[in-house]
């Protein structure tokens, strides 16, 4: 059978695309994990799971081949009409004594051989002096997970959370510090709390980058940062619905339609949409959400596109975070035990973001891209708290409420140029560009309200051995709103920056010289103390990439980076920015064409200008000094057999504070260590010839060696973590069935463990619980 091969949108020196099959069930279904190469190219494509591919190439291409197990290779030549290219690929057929042997199609692509363009990088990830590892949502899907607090971190080695709250942010922490966190390449972290975690709705993937990353933001802790890439439009009709049944009256139903909007197709749209309701193994918590999230794209010309995309999320739940305390030991209270109240009205949260991007390619080497991006979150509610152990009876729990009323903002600005030119024998491949970044914070924050005629503060006392609820606490809200806050921060930044990445050899040796140069400036207001800073800054970066072989290389990275901190000192000092640095050595290695991925990497870490919440009053900062942080990450990704799919990773991280404010804390372990992180999840689709599209599901993830939320000169014995999750699935041309069954072993498991003040804090995790998946889509 020959290939459906037809026109294409040609750029000189790139092919785009869509696979899909001829025959079969699934005849014309887009067809995921096809390999994409030409002999014009400078790397190979790897089909994402809507078939689509980009290939590029150094000179124009006139040729390309696509391959994938199980179907008969296609050999397509290069036209130059200007209609979307589809290729078709048919079944391969096998026989072996008389019998027919018929393989798996239903692949699943767990790993991609490129970034996304949110990075501003072309080269492909195997030849990168960078480890950058993505989350497919194929993944996200056979792991149940709904958005970014859902596990998504499991796949990526070393990435823990801080458990603190699932409304207000993922909280990522690895290699020893709390990760930078991007959606579509920009910053919109606000300077407290958040974003709000990204939906699986609008994730088409989540790319982790190991180490500061200057070609993209270099405004994040040395560690790294990950990024959300959202769903964009697509030149085919796209339509699906996706239905999540669960424990404690979990129901969702999301919506993802997308497609052309005129005959010609240059206007195109993609619409998510997205219900939920659910309840929790927690007494009197609750979480309720919706979320629209409309895209429109708009091809002005064969060179010049427009894109605007909005996000808008609401959300309506019952506790900030489960938190629990307790003067008796870590994990001494039954897994639904709460100090919160019936009486206690919802926390809500409304979150507005929205995107305006430019795109125009100059020539088939040169490209500009401009990205504007705003952020809204606004955030009310009420929650009691414990401060400390009752000095008179310490299983007694002095709970007073407190309230919060925040307004975070973020506008971002950026424009970059790519290009590719020679100087002699050598290949640049150049990316320099400008960021902007204005953050501000409003709050009315931890309002002690409830007092009596007297000013003392009411207490709601709750024996932890015997607790009895039913207290009524009084609502309250801020009678002027936020012109009586108690909190007014901002943060602003603007930077330029140049990277070159410089081949040679044959392409086999790459090295990447870049600067970045960043100005930042904060001013704060805390309960009428006024402080303010200024801060310009170098940040140098140099990576070497060779490969030893077309599917192996080596790699060295040195990276800088600063996080701009807002926040003043009980006397009125300014917080300076941390500063970072990052030395990294790593081996890469493709297989199987790409099918599977590994990689290893060592670093080593320095931070300084540390900062943290003033003991004394936790609306003031002091800075507490620097660490360090060394250790191995490893990861091993995709379908290692025909049929598996594996995510396996290891991470050792050896972090401690190096300086201290209090010198009893120099060569202490840092704030929320994790010594050993390994996750496992196995995926295994039983051949075609037994029952076709039936598929498995094992995986765990394990912590030892586990530290506390805050640094202590002596470190107290924290429970290890482990939990087994398994399921089953079955899929055709157009449906999808998910069972997954989290904490099969029904462990009582901890999180984000801390002590002070005499009690043992800590958040609690679910018990064995089950989540069905259905998704149909045509």
Known sequence: MSSLAFAQTVVR????????????????????GATVSSPQASQVATTDSAGRFELRGRTAITTFTVSHLGYLPQLVQVSGASQPLTVGLAAAGATTLGEAIVTSKY?????TQTVSSALRLQTPLLALSQDIQAVTPEVIFDQGSFNMTEGVSRNVSGVTRLEISNNLGPYLFMRG???ASLRNGVDLTPIYRGPVPDDAAVIDRVEFVKGPSSFMNNIGDPAGSFNTVTKQPTDAPHYAATALLGSYDFYRLAAD???PLTKSGKLQYRLNAMAMRSNSFVQGDFNKRLLVAPVLKYQLSDRTYLAAEYTFQAFSYGLYSPIVMTPNGYGSLPRDFTISEASLPPIRVQDHSGFLTLGHRFSPNWQLTARGAFLVDNAEGIYLWVTGANAANPSVLLRNPKYDLNRSQVLSQQAFVNGKFTTGALTHQLLAGVDANQKKFLAASYVEYNKTDSGALVYYPLDVNAP???????DYRAPEGLAAR?????VNYASAYALDEVALLGDKLRITPGLRYTAVQTSNLVSGVVSASRDQVLTPRLGLSYSLLPSLSVYGLYDRTLVPQAGTTSAGAAIAPLRGSNRELGLKKNWFDGRWTSAVAVYYIKRSSIVATDPNNSLYRIEVGENHAQGVDVDVV???VRGLNVVVNYAYNDSKIDADANPLLVGARTPLYVKHVQNTWLNYELPARLVRGLSFSLGYQYQAGRGERYAVATPRATPDYFRLDGGVGWQSAHLKVNLLVNNLLNHDLIATPWQRNGLYYWVPQAGANGRLSVSYAL
């Open 13 to 32: 020196g790139v092919v785009r695309g869509v696979v899909r099959e001829t025959d079969g069930p699934r005849a014309g279904s887009p067809l995921g």
């Open 107 to 111: 692949y699943r692509q767990y790993t």
């Open 177 to 179: 510090g709390q990760i």
């Open 257 to 259: 339609l997308g497609g």
């Open 468 to 474: 009895a609820y039913g207290a009524a606490v009084p």
């Open 486 to 490: 108690n909190t007014e921060q901002t």
């Open 638 to 640: 995709g379908q290692v």
